[in-house]
């Protein structure tokens, strides 16, 4: 079946440094990743969206990739700052694939 | 300009009551979803919606039915809760499925007891 995989781990990392999350994906090949962030108990919020043909996108502080032969998207936030902390979603879809959420990676930005 | 707006947003149930969560968009979207969050599952896709009158399944569909009478509404219902439905219900919509970013509501929490 199919199966988007995160990091289950807390990346904890210090204000100012480079987050990467990790987003593998297997038994099927998505024609769109995405990337939303969640704050508790809050509903995820969109952040980028990459296709297939795209090996990357940019927005502001925020970069994604998209690695169809390893089957892995990265997320990166430069710079990053407390107010990042939250968790960050990975999803998958494309044709006839239902659309697919991966668990999430917390991400704790230290001061 | 609300977006995706879900109702109730907390809930107490019994098992074997039944209820309704109502979800409603404004952005004139055409598909809809509902998702499940339980602590470290993730989000997992309950029914989905292509478009009024029509419903699909998804990946955790047992318990639970849907109904999309009008474009703008996706309802869930539980017919017979059971403490395994205890869970933050989450509706989403978006133009495509899932082409393009997805609006999510802000949650509501069930508890079956």
């Known amino acids: 079946s199919q199966k988007i995989e995160q990091n289950s781990e807390a990346l904890n990392i210090q204000e100012g440094k480079t987050a990467t999350l990790t987003c593998n994906y297997t038994?099927?090949?998505?024609?769109?990743l995405q990337w939303y962030r969640q704050d508790p108990g809050r509903g995820p919020v969109f952040l980028l969206l990459i296709r297939e043909n795209e090996k990357e996108k940019r927005k502001e502080r925020l970069k994604v990739t998209f690695d169809t032969t390893l089957k892995q998207s990265l997320f990166h936030i430069t710079a990053s700052q407390p107010a990042d902390s939250a968790t960050y979603l990975c999803?998958?879809?494309?044709?006839?694939?239902?659309?697919?959420f991966g668990r999430g990676t917390s991400l704790i930005v230290h001061p | 300009n609300a977006g995706v707006t879900q109702t109730p947003k907390f809930r107490v149930l019994k098992t074997g009551q039944s209820m309704t969560l109502l979800c409603a968009q404004d952005m004139n979207h055409e598909y809809m979803y509902w998702y499940r969050q339980d602590p470290g599952m993730g989000l997992r896709l309950i029914h989905y919606s292509v478009g009024e009158g029509t419903t699909a399944k998804g990946e955790v569909p047992d318990g639970y039915n849907v109904s999309r009478l009008k474009k703008q509404n996706f309802l869930l219902g539980l017919e017979s809760a059971a403490p395994s439905q205890t869970s933050v219900y989450f509706c989403a919509s978006s133009w495509t499925l899932l082409e393009t970013e997805a609006f999510f509501g802000q949650g509501t929490r069930l508890t079956v007891v």
């Open positions: 038994n099927y090949s998505p024609a769109y």
């Open positions: 999803a998958a879809s494309g044709g006839s694939y239902i659309p697919t």
